[in-house]
């Protein structure tokens, strides 16, 4: 089966890996363009799927966006049969979905029809998710709404962080898409439409939903924490300004919302029900660094105030 791979973080690298260890024939890998990087712009860097695809030999077509004449004229040359996307980035329009003769499929991080869209990983843990997974959906012309073909299950763990998660969904979602395929090749396939009743969504990171509210419970801040631990990183302000923050857990604690509470190396903060303990900080300029070196430097004294 001729397969065309779309793709572009260190998320979607598993998958690609797996179908190349299980020798499927991928003719070809659509990924975004180098990004400029270094002071001047000067240096320009692969996608992590651009460098196994080339490590690998396979040809690579990099759009801006996946549309037009050229991309599809191009895409055409492959002749692929398949199409697998992970992690791209991009919607599809029906014309790219419907070259593959036997359709598109997407490795989706959540269990469909739950948190649709671009980021479910982190949503996940922000929205006290006890369960997430992986969908394999026949994709159509919505936003993740097409029939899902296989789900695989797995707990979200108490202090687990959106990028331990993501990497053991990344490892999760190639082995669901192996198994996906091997059924596909042996007909034993059974797409389950998905009741848009039971649709939740997953909107691309903003700022707003990264920046740490003092007045929630201690559990809501400490998953807000992990939901965006590493990247982008929650945030909060101390005398004008940024600190990222990352690593936290709730534990026990009283005082005014968003108050620096007192601690033998360690950074303790109240919120509207209980504390939280941050393990790790970036101030504003500086590196990430362990949260107890930065209040024992130039970090916040207690009875400071995080706002």
């Known amino acids: 089966m001729r397969i065309v791979f779309f793709g572009t973080p260190e998320f979607a690298v598993p998958s690609l890996e797996a179908l190349l260890a299980e020798r499927a024939q991928v003719v070809g890998v659509v990924t975004r363009p180098d990004k400029a990087r270094g002071r001047s712009r000067s240096v320009l860097v692969p996608s992590p799927v651009k460098q196994l695809a080339d490590r690998n030999a396979i040809p690579v077509?990099?759009?801006?966006?996946?549309?037009?004449?050229?991309?599809?004229?191009?895409?055409?040359?492959?002749?692929?049969?398949?199409?697998?996307?992970?992690?791209y980035g991009h919607l599809l329009k029906g014309e790219v979905l419907a070259l593959p003769s036997r359709g598109m499929l997407n490795v989706?991080?959540?269990?469909?029809?739950?948190?649709?869209?671009?980021?479910?990983?982190?949503?996940?843990?922000?929205?006290?998710?006890?369960?997430?997974?992986?969908?394999?959906?026949?994709?159509?012309?919505?936003?993740?709404?097409?029939?899902?073909?296989?789900?695989?299950?797995?707990?979200?763990?108490?202090?687990?962080?959106?990028?331990?998660?993501?990497?053991?969904?990344?490892?999760?979602?190639?082995?669901?898409?192996?198994?996906?395929?091997?059924?596909?090749?042996?007909?034993?396939?059974?797409?389950?439409?998905q009741d848009p009743a039971l649709a939740s969504y997953a909107p691309k990171i903003d700022r707003k939903a990264t920046r740490v509210d003092w007045r929630e419970t201690a559990a809501a801040v400490a998953r807000r924490v992990r939901a965006f631990d590493p990247s982008p990183g929650a945030w909060a302000i101390l005398e004008e300004r940024e600190v990222k923050l990352f690593g936290a857990q709730a534990v026990p604690g009283t005082g005014q919302p968003g108050e620096v509470l007192p601690g033998a190396g360690t950074l303790r903060v109240a919120t509207g029900h209980g504390a939280v303990e941050i393990a790790e900080v970036q101030p504003a300029g500086r590196p990430r660094m362990p949260a107890a070196a930065w209040s024992r430097g130039r970090g916040p004294r207690p009875g400071q105030l995080l706002a």
Not at 130 to 135: L, Q, Y
């Open 108 to 193: 989706h991080a959540s269990l469909l029809p739950r948190l649709r869209g671009a980021a479910p990983i982190n949503w996940a843990i922000l929205e006290g998710d006890a369960d997430t997974g992986i969908s394999i959906m026949q994709m159509d012309a919505g936003l993740d709404s097409g029939p899902v073909l296989r789900r695989t299950p797995t707990p979200i763990g108490a202090h687990e962080t959106a990028g331990e998660l993501g990497a053991r969904l990344a490892m999760l979602g190639a082995e669901t898409l192996v198994e996906t395929l091997a059924l596909m090749r042996l007909g034993r396939l059974s797409p389950e439409p």
């Open 61 to 87: 077509l990099q759009p801006e966006r996946p549309t037009g004449d050229v991309f599809l004229a191009a895409l055409r040359h492959w002749h692929p049969e398949l199409g697998v996307v992970v992690a």
